[in-house]
């Protein structure tokens, strides 16, 4: 039986990245904003999906607004933090929607990797940079040109998850990665639902992002593996950068 894809995603999202270092992620945003000069940083989590990393944040006691694309993504995310007594005010709008004033703009989890059109990324870049407070940050990460080339490419995934069973088909033609993602959730004896989605990214290029956050307004502070403390190696698959307003 089919069902809806994206309600079915929304339900199982937090199952599915259980394996992502969030605590490090979330580490590495607020101490970047906790040497800023201000007492409360306010933070826009653009492309919050399931309010995770926003949550974290929150609990840390800074300001954060959650904001996504996806109705699901969102009233999963409201849930989460009404059971956790937290006031997160969340807007369902689109990146290059972003219109709010904010200290750091943050996007985790491959987010950019979903502007496909270079128009899209720079007046994204451009409409944080409008954002920002003065010598405000911009953080994101991206999925890498090695993981789309070496570890994604034309390979065929398949794995298990408390009860759902994931077939990932993937395809890659530089610089357009197509994911072909099926589940299959058990209901009963030799009974499934399953529910079919694509996800289409764009695989940047490092030297392209650098060219666009330089002449939108920013200067590059650093290159990260995964939110570490590490620099990135040539096999590096998660790609965190951090950009200052001018």
Known sequence: ?????????????????????????????AAIADKM??????????GCGTGTVALGL???GFSVIGLDGSSEM?????????????TLPLL??????????????????????????????????????TCLSSCGYLIFDINSPYKYQQILANNVFAWKKNGLDIVWINQYAAPINQAEITLYSHVEKRSWNKASFAIVQRCHQLSTLIYYLQHTGFRLEGLWDNY?????????QRITLVAQKL
């Not at 994206?6 to 270092?21: H, I, Q, S």
């Not at 403390?229 to 040539?234: A, F, N, Q, S, Y």
Request: proline fraction near 4%; glycine fraction near 2%; charged fraction near 25%.
């Open 1 to 29: 039986m089919n069902v809806d894809a994206y309600a079915v995603l929304a339900k199982n999202y937090d199952l599915l990245m259980e394996d992502v270092p969030y605590g490090r992620w979330i580490n590495f945003i």
């Open 37 to 46: 000069p201000k007492l409360q940083v306010s933070i826009v989590d653009v």
């Open 58 to 60: 929150r609990q840390r």
């Open 74 to 86: 969102l009233a999963l995310a409201r849930s989460k933090a009404d059971e956790m007594k937290l």
């Open 92 to 129: 369902h709008c689109d990146f290059t929607d972003l219109n709010l004033s904010a200290d750091m703009v943050i996007s985790t989890c491959d987010g950019i990797n979903h502007l496909l059109a270079p128009k899209e990324l720079i007046k994204f870049f451009r409409r944080t940079h």
């Open 228 to 236: 570490s403390c590490r620099g990135i190696t040539p096999k590096a």
